[in-house]
């Protein structure tokens, strides 16, 4: 039973390590990995997008967006498996961007139809998702909330959420990940009380947004600066050399279920039989029976009575209508 409990307890994502290495913003929008799924984008630009991240490990890319400058993306195209397979990095979609007000005027029920979409496309190449772009800037916490919960029944991927600078509670309280953008300009002092302050929330960070050149030698100092922090897991706007924490990602929840699917049944079945015990008796007593062999659940009624185990269902019972 401990074993069957702390499988129900634990944190869904614990079997591969990532540390998260991505370059989102290469001259601002030049060279932009946010970009690399627009049609508005050559297969010669997005060559030259892998080419410039080339250490990196992962790349955010955008599933939605209207804003010109950042490239159009609104439709899951047939073409998005073959540009992600071939972009060498492990995807991290961002479902919607910010300043596209057409997309919001569509209301929410849209954008979770258009989650599905893309979860039933490309949710095998994806490592993980980040429900929107600026959040803040035009969802509530609660529809963050409501689009994470609508993105959990169709993908057992982890969700981040990204923020204007600073941490919100109310809008990262569902999350699996906090995607900080810290702002731009600032000095290290300043940097750093970003990042503390994004990882009292307790959960893990990927300091995601902090400048504007990613190959620079400043973004690469920042990054090494927040990959110093413990509960620091990643990085989006450059990086020297150095690793940030591993974290224990990826396990879905059918693994788990394979396996203690044998304690699961069991446990189902007896407390599917407790009610319905419940419904006829009125003092039915619950017994936890422990032999060389494992466990047994027991269920006795004033005429009734049932053990189940991992090996065995006995039933007697004593029928008077």
Not at 104 to 120: T, W
Not at 165 to 189: C, M
Not at 223 to 238: F, K, Q, R, W
Request: proline fraction near 2%; include cysteine; glycine fraction near 8%.
């Amino acid at each position: 039973m401990k074993k069957l409990l702390a499988a129900v307890l634990m944190l869904l994502f614990t079997t591969a390590t990532a540390d998260f290495k991505s370059t989102f913003l290469i001259g601002t929008e030049r060279l932009s990995t946010l970009s690399y799924l627009s049609d508005d984008r050559s297969d010669a630009w997005r060559a030259e997008v892998r080419g410039a991240i080339s250490n990196d490990t992962y790349a955010d890319i955008l599933a939605r967006n209207t804003d010109k400058v950042w490239g159009i993306v609104d439709g899951v195209g047939s073409n998005w498996r073959s540009r992600l397979r071939g972009l060498g990095k492990k995807p991290v979609l961002w479902l919607i961007s910010d300043d596209s007000p057409e997309l919001y005027a569509r209301g929410l029920n849209n954008q979770i139809d258009y989650q599905n979409k893309v979860v039933s496309e490309v949710d095998d190449l994806v490592s993980h998702y980040v429900i929107c772009l600026e959040c803040d800037e035009y969802y509530s916490p609660s529809q963050v909330s409501t689009l994470i919960r609508k993105l959990r029944e169709k993908t057992d991927k982890p969700i981040g959420v990204h923020l204007t600078p600073g941490v919100q509670s109310e809008y990262i309280k569902d999350a699996d990940i906090i995607y900080l953008q810290t702002g731009f300009y600032l000095n290290e002092q300043q940097f750093r009380r970003q990042v503390e302050n994004a990882l009292s929330f307790g959960k893990p960070v990927v300091v995601s947004e902090y400048h504007l050149n990613g190959t620079s030698s400043e973004a690469k100092r920042l990054g090494d600066i927040a990959c110093s922090y413990e509960g620091v897991i990643g990085t989006g706007n450059g990086r020297g050399q150095t690793s940030c924490q591993t974290l224990k990602w990826g396990k879905k929840k059918k693994d788990w279920y394979q396996e203690y699917e044998k304690e699961l049944i069991v446990t189902g079945i007896g407390v599917a039989t407790l009610f319905a015990v419940l419904s006829y008796t009125k003092k039915p007593t619950v017994q936890l029976h422990v032999n060389d062999d494992g466990y047994e659940i027991g269920l006795i009624a004033d005429r009734y009575k049932l053990r189940y185990s991992e090996e065995r269902i006995l039933a007697t019972y004593d029928i008077r209508f």
